[in-house]
Structures are given as structure tokens and as C-alpha cells.
């Protein structure tokens, strides 16, 4: 059984940055994708960025390229989002998740998730 459990949201202001963080259970960690997904109200969950297992090659979302890093630490079990220079469109729930292949930015192609951390970005 995978788990996936988020920390670090929270209210900021624009401009202000936040770092989240993802630990999982189980030994496998390191041999697998990791991903950050967001989720606005009223709107589809959608990609932010995901980070492969071995070569640790990055991928982002256009609407965070250049503000958010997505890096892990396999030691640790654990994956995090940087992220800087937040505006209010960068409110939502984050989910973490695990999956196969690090360039799919379908939510479907991802197959556990954490339940989620909240952040609010104030104008």
C-alpha cells in the first residue's frame, strides 16, 4: 500500500513563496515518478510539475515554469514544490502523486495520490 502525505500549504501573499512537501510510504520511492497536481475551485485538476525517478529530469507546467522546482530527495522518501513568486491563479489544492512515466500530465495517468494541501494566494 502506497501512502502520500502532503504538508506546508497555507494563506501568503502574492509575491510570497511556500515550499510543500510529499512523503510516501513503502521501499519503492526511489524507482518511481513523482508528481504535483493542482486543483482550483470549480475547475479540473491540473499538471504542475513532475520529476523523474533516476535522471531526476524536471517537467512544468507553462503557468509555473521559471517559479516553481520540483526536486526529491529519495533518502527521505520525499518530493517538494518550491514555490516562488505566487499570484492568486496559483490557489488550490496540491496533490502529490505517484506514476510510470514523468511527461504524462494526465491526472488519469497517475495511480495514488495524497489527499491534499491548501494554498491560498492573497492579492
Known amino acids: 500500500q502506497v501512502q502520500l502525505v502532503e504538508s506546508g500549504g497555507g494563506l501568503v501573499q502574492a509575491g510570497d513563496s511556500l515550499r510543500l512537501s510529499c512523503v510516501a510510504s513503502?521501499?519503492?520511492?526511489?524507482?518511481?515518478?513523482m508528481g504535483w497536481f493542482r486543483q482550483a475551485p470549480g475547475k479540473e485538476r491540473e499538471f504542475v510539475a513532475t520529476?523523474?525517478?533516476?535522471?531526476?529530469?524536471?517537467y512544468y507546467a507553462d503557468s509555473v515554469k521559471g517559479r516553481f522546482i520540483i526536486s526529491r530527495d529519495n533518502a527521505k522518501n520525499t518530493v517538494y514544490l518550491q514555490m516562488n513568486s505566487l499570484n492568486p491563479e496559483d490557489t488550490g489544492v496540491y496533490y502529490c502523486?505517484?506514476?510510470?512515466?514523468?511527461?504524462?500530465?494526465?491526472?488519469?495517468?497517475?495511480?495514488?495520490w495524497g489527499q491534499g494541501t491548501q494554498v491560498t494566494v492573497s492579492s
Open positions: 520529476i523523474s525517478w533516476r535522471t531526476f529530469s524536471t
Open positions: 502523486a505517484r506514476g510510470t512515466d514523468p511527461r504524462h500530465t494526465g491526472p488519469r495517468k497517475w495511480d495514488y
Open positions: 513503502g521501499r519503492t520511492f526511489s524507482s518511481y515518478p
